[in-house]
């Protein structure tokens, strides 16, 4: 079969470049079929272009890539999928089936599909999924509307296969980074977060390596790690520094962490494999005095590395009292961080801990914003116990402190 796979991130603030698109490229590659990219980043008429990409190539289906709903933060909140829905109707118009997929996509699955009337849809990583559908269409059995991409996976380590079709040229120009993962998955379960309790499948280290090695061929020394969050394991992590040092050699790269674990060796390993710049995810509930000693210990010895620390704190959990999101603000303003941005906004999506917290006790609901009694959630709902003015008082103007919304840029471009 011939598949359009399908960029319709539109996003600028930055521009993030698709590797995702390119891992399954790899993928279909070593598959009988053949595939083609759109990338409608930056079209000044993506319905249009997509239209003359379909003449082109005449394809037998469309992929699109979802990988946001909408940008999260409530301030000036812009939502995605009216725009994929559209480019499905066009798809569906010129006679293709329509499968999606994505990040983005795998929050809400179902509702998207439901919504946009695409066909199919693959949550989860779609590496082996999407090539499983295209031969059962091939062969024309029947198809299920959604796939699990984890189900196809029998073990949690996988050698995935990147093969750049992207032009990363106008990314960089306008301050994009080449992004790469080691990992997919969760087994954490924060209480807003959409990735928690999802089988962890890994990268193995050697095919990071010869990845990183095979963009620094290319002229690109700049990374972004596309995990969520780095240390899930520690031996892991590990593993993937010393493959990056033994392939490419060090790079400058950035990324993303959760407080637990650490260890005095994953910060000597990050910073000899060329890690500048850690973004720390902390919520008001990682709070107390045994709390704060072991962050001021993983403070202490990024700072032995020289290794920068920005903090991602959300604040403003069901039952929180304000006076425990002050000490974790005057906790922090004493520690050695780039940067703290402050969100008490929080993006409800359905079977996250704090959805089902508002399902269970339904005087939250007075602290919700757009909701509706007959709400599915996909439109925009969000959760606020403390006000920007609230919020405000606790940070006064530290330039230190942002409120989270406002200011566009990500962590690499403040603190870089």
Known sequence: MR????NANRYHYPPVIPAGLEYLYGHLQKSIHDAYVLDLCFSENPLQELVNKINEIKPDIAGISIRHIDTVLYQFNEFFIYEVKEYVEICKKMNLKVVLGGVGYSIMPSEILNYTGADYGVC?????ALVKLLDDLEKGESVPALSDGFSFFTDNKYEFIRTKIIDYSEYIKKDGIVGFRTQTGCTDNCFF??????QIIYSTPESVGREIYELKQ??????HLCDS????????????CKAIIEYAGPVNWTLYMKPEPFSADLFRWLKISGATLITLSIDTKTSGAESYKRLAEFFRLAGNETIKIAIDLSIGHPYEKIQQTKEMIDFLNKQPVETVGVNSYYRVYPGTPLHKLISNDKKLIKYLINWKPDTNYLLPVFYNLFSIKQVRKLIG?????????FDKNTNYQRVN
């Open 3 to 6: 598949i359009l796979l399908i």
């Open 124 to 128: 989860g990583p779609g590496e082996l």
């Open 193 to 198: 977060c959409t990735e928690g309790k999802t």
């Open 218 to 223: 290319r002229g690109y020394f700049h990374f």
């Open 229 to 240: 969050e780095f240390n899930l394991n520690l031996d892991h992590c590990i593993n993937i």
């Open 397 to 405: 103007y530290n330039p230190k402190f942002r409120i989270e919304g």
